[in-house]
């Protein structure tokens, strides 16, 4: 892992009226790093993430992503990230081979690199005998992980994984997680959303967010130590019960 930071966040807030979704949150991510991004529902962890990816603007507060400033640059920002929301983002009623050539173009790949990229997708997640299928006919668990590859198409120097493994079987979740480590032993900032506490035992560090702050911030075993816990899961109950 580098010691360079991809994003850097200084005070991020938003508001909603008299509503405060993100609260003066502070903090940054280093290059290949496997950074968790937790919370309960409603703390504002989706909130944040829609302002570091250039698609919602801060109330207040700065962001630096991959280099670029998220008031100045946001165009920059979505051409050097990769972002897999909770809900399923290819298209049931595409192929696998045309989802990704879709995607691939989304990209500003050309028709080569993409040709490049397809076989290769394929080819790494054994897809051979599927590719002409619709995206419907896929388990669950393999539209996610090809939706999780097609996030890398364009080598983004940061991927945004919002839940990725919801719903998910425990073998899947594993074989996500390999690849996700595969990422970002190649240099690729991983950001990761989750609401299982055991995938946050694979995170390089972890935050905590409770009402809009981040609550804590450190590696998986010194947050254990210092809340004198045997796991995440109960650093977690500790935090957002108060």
Known sequence: MSTENVIE???????????TAVNKITFNVKQGEIFGFLGANGAGKTTAIKMLIGISSPTS???????????KN???????IGYMSQKFALYDDLTVKENITFYGGIYGLSRKRIK?????LVEELGLQEVTNELVSSLPLGWK??????????HDPKIIFLDEPTGGVDPITRRQ????????????????????????AEYCDRVSIMVNGKIEALNTPKE????????????????????
Do not use: P
């Open 144 to 153: 996610q992980k090809l939706a999780f590859s097609v996030t890398l198409l």
């Open 176 to 199: 996500f997680w390999e690849m996700i480590y595969k990422t970002a032993n190649k240099g690729t900032t991983v950001f990761v959303t989750t609401h299982y506490m055991d995938e």
């Open 61 to 71: 507060g700065d962001a630096n992503v991959a280099g670029f400033d998220i008031y």
């Open 116 to 120: 490049e990229k397809r076989c290769q």
């Open 223 to 242: 947050l254990k130590e210092q809340y004198k816990v045997d796991s995440m899961n109960d650093v977690f109950l500790k935090l957002a019960r108060g």
């Open 74 to 80: 946001a165009e920059y920002i979505k051409k050097n």
């Open 9 to 19: 966040a200084k005070n991020l807030t938003k508001k909603f009226g008299d509503f």
